[in-house]
């Protein structure tokens, strides 16, 4: 089946320590979004990349890193700078320059040891 | 800079229709508007997206004024499972700007 696949569900972070959360698609979605959600609240966009090697900062950047080596994968590292990374994390892909919908992963959950 | 606004929540009746109103006061000519529901802890679900014209799909119509400066999602027949925080998006120069939802609650 196409689709979005993030991994793991769950993750323990303790502090200090960075993380990496996967995001692999095969949709042939040429552009791929991370997105934080607090609870209660919206999807807040973190970075996203519309090419392989390129990508751009979102409205909440800040210690967070990421990279586009291959169109099907799109890997958000969430570092030590981030003091409150505890949230639901949202990996989602979609065509560029289409009105196609986007699709999105099931999430990754972080939480502080 | 959220384009959508959207009422914090609404309840609906098992059974009756469910209409949840977005307003995009800003939306551009060519920006879609777009609708996903979001059950706990899960990713978001797509329902239904148009540009000017009103749309139906199986999961519900979608119904955009002449102005283009707000639209409602219609589900027709509320089912419990119907529960859940329902986003309006605006997709511009391919990123999507979500709102903060609207939780749907379906009684029985």
């Known amino acids: 089946d196409g689709g979005i696949t993030q991994s793991p569900k769950y993750l323990f972070r303790k502090e200090g320590q960075n993380v990496t959360l996967s995001c692999e698609q095969n949709?042939?979605?040429?552009?791929m979004y991370w997105y934080r959600q607090d609870p209660g609240q919206g999807l807040r966009l973190i970075y996203y990349?519309?090419?392989?090697?390129?990508?751009q900062k979102g409205d909440i950047a800040e210690g967070y890193s990421v990279s586009r080596e291959k169109k099907e994968s799109f890997p958000l590292t969430v570092t030590s700078a981030q003091k409150n990374p505890t949230a639901f994390y949202l990996c989602?892909?979609?065509?560029?320059?289409?009105?196609?919908?986007?699709?999105f992963g099931d999430g990754t959950r972080l939480s502080i040891l | 800079d959220a384009k959508t606004t959207q009422p914090p929540s609404m309840d609906c009746a098992e059974g009756r229709a469910a209409n949840l109103p977005c307003n995009h006061s800003?939306?551009?000519?060519?920006?879609?508007v777009y609708w996903y529901r979001q059950i706990h802890s899960q990713g978001p679900q797509y329902i239904i997206h148009?540009?000017?014209n009103n749309e139906t799909n199986e999961m519900a119509s979608l119904i955009i004024t002449e102005d283009r400066k707000s639209s409602t999602l219609i589900l027709p027949h509320a089912t419990l499972r119907d529960t859940a925080v329902y986003y309006c998006?605006?997709?511009?120069?391919?990123?999507?700007?979500f709102g903060s939802g609207t939780k749907l609650n379906v009684k029985p």
């Open positions: 148009g540009l000017k």
């Open positions: 989602a892909s979609s065509l560029v320059n289409s009105n196609q919908p986007q699709h």
């Open positions: 990349s519309q090419i392989v090697n390129d990508f």
């Open positions: 949709l042939n979605h040429d552009a």
């Open positions: 800003t939306i551009s000519g060519n920006e879609y």
């Open positions: 998006i605006v997709k511009s120069f391919n990123k999507f700007y």
